[in-house]
Nanobody
Framework: QLQLVESGGGLVQVGGSLRLSCAAS????????LAWFRQGPGKGREFVAA????????KYRDSAKDRFTISRDNAKNTVYLQMNSLKPDDTAVYYC?????????????????WGQGTQVTVSS
């Protein structure tokens, strides 16, 4: 019922910036809480950031609070993740996820819809 496609990943140097986008296909995009997760090599999937369905509440993992910004544009059915001051530890496949009419949660199991991911590589 909701398809998600990430884009904007790539190779960036330490300290650089990237803006990830996740475009949704489906109705009532404004009714979904949205989140970004990531999975680095040999690691499990971890929470990065989330925004609730009203856009009034956001959450970030501690390592991203001062560097990343999640936002949404309901008119374009898109959620963004602006990433600044990137570090090698940020290297991962980044996934967007959605949950219908929910708050911004950090649990992977809370989200029903997932994109295929986009690779972010931070080089030194």
């Amino acid at each position: 019922q909701l398809q998600l496609v990430e884009s904007g990943g790539g190779l960036v140097q330490v300290g650089g910036s990237l803006r990830l986008s996740c475009a949704a296909s489906g109705r009532a995009f404004e009714s979904y809480a949205l989140a970004w997760f990531r999975q680095g090599p040999g690691k499990g999937r971890e929470f990065v950031a989330a925004i609730d369905w009203t856009g009034g509440s956001k959450k970030y993992r501690d390592s991203a609070k001062d560097r990343f910004t999640i936002s949404r544009d309901n008119a374009k059915n898109t959620v963004y993740l602006q990433m600044n001051s990137l570090k090698p530890d940020d290297t991962a496949v980044y996934y967007c996820a959605a949950r219908f009419r929910a708050v911004a949660g950090s649990g992977e199991g809370e989200y029903r819809y997932w994109g295929q991911g986009t690779q972010v590589t931070v080089s030194s």
